[in-house]
């Protein structure tokens, strides 16, 4: 993982980054997308994996519920 060198650049946690925010332009590490995802904050849906399926078998498990009109949007 992180063979690229880039780091994440949500929280700077210092972690390299596994995907691209392809909306954004901006580089996540799995643990921060994930971290977004499971809050329903702003998940990322549109995006570009750099090393394995991580987020993508996350987001598999756990579907997106902001995309469903979560209440209070």
């Known amino acids: 993982m992180g ?3 880039r780091s994440c650049q949500w929280t700077g946690c210092q972690q390299y980054a ?3 925010d ?3 332009g901006q580089d996540f590490c799995a643990s921060c997308a994930i ?3 499971c ?6 849906t ?3 994996e750099f090393d394995g399926t991580e987020y993508t078998e996350a987001l598999r498990i ?3 519920l902001g995309l469903f009109g ?3 949007r």
């Open 3 to 5: 063979r690229h060198r």
């Open 18 to 20: 596994n995907l691209r």
């Open 22 to 24: 392809l909306d954004s």
């Open 35 to 37: 971290a977004m995802l």
């Open 39 to 44: 809050a329903a904050d702003d998940p990322i």
């Open 46 to 48: 549109r995006y570009r």
């Open 62 to 64: 756990r579907p997106v």
């Open 70 to 72: 979560w209440p209070g």
